[in-house]
Nanobody, 116 residues
Framework: QVQLVESGGGLVQAGGSLRLSCAAS??????????MGWYRQAPGKQRELVALMPSGGSTNYADSVKGRFTISRDNAENRVYLQMNSVKPEDTAVYYCYAWYIRPHWGQGTQVTVSS
C-alpha cells in the first residue's frame, strides 16, 4: 500500500504564496507510474479536484486555480508538490494528496487558510 503525508499548509494572506509537499512511501519503489494529485475540501463542501498529474498524459487543473497553482513531481524522491500563488480567501480548505495505485490513496490532509 501507499502512505501519503502532506506538509506545508498554514496561514497566508490573500495574494501570497504557499508550497505544499506530499511524501509517498510504503510498498512502492517509485511513484513514477502512479497518477498523483491534490484535492481540497472546504467547510460544508464536497472534496474537489485541484490538480491531477497522471504518470503519462496531460496535467489537469480546476478552472478556479488555473494560472495560479502548479503541480509538480519528483519521481526520484517520491514527492509531489503544489505551488500556490496569488491565493484567495476562497482557496481556504484542507488539502489532500492523492495517489492511484491499484486503488485510490489519500493523505491525512493539511489545512490552508487564506486571510483577506
Amino acid at each position: 500500500q501507499v502512505q501519503l503525508v502532506e506538509s506545508g499548509g498554514g496561514l497566508v494572506q490573500a495574494g501570497g504564496s504557499l508550497r505544499l509537499s506530499c511524501a509517498a512511501s510504503g510498498s512502492i519503489s517509485s511513484i513514477r507510474f502512479m497518477d498523483m494529485g491534490w484535492y481540497r475540501q472546504a467547510p460544508g463542501k464536497q472534496r474537489e479536484l485541484v490538480a491531477l498529474m497522471p504518470s503519462g498524459g496531460s496535467t489537469n487543473y480546476a478552472d478556479s486555480v488555473k494560472g495560479r497553482f502548479t503541480i509538480s513531481r519528483d519521481n526520484a524522491e517520491n514527492r509531489v508538490y503544489l505551488q500556490m500563488n496569488s491565493v484567495k480567501p476562497e482557496d481556504t480548505a484542507v488539502y489532500y494528496c492523492y495517489a492511484w495505485y491499484i486503488r485510490p490513496h489519500w493523505g491525512q490532509g493539511t489545512q490552508v487558510t487564506v486571510s483577506s
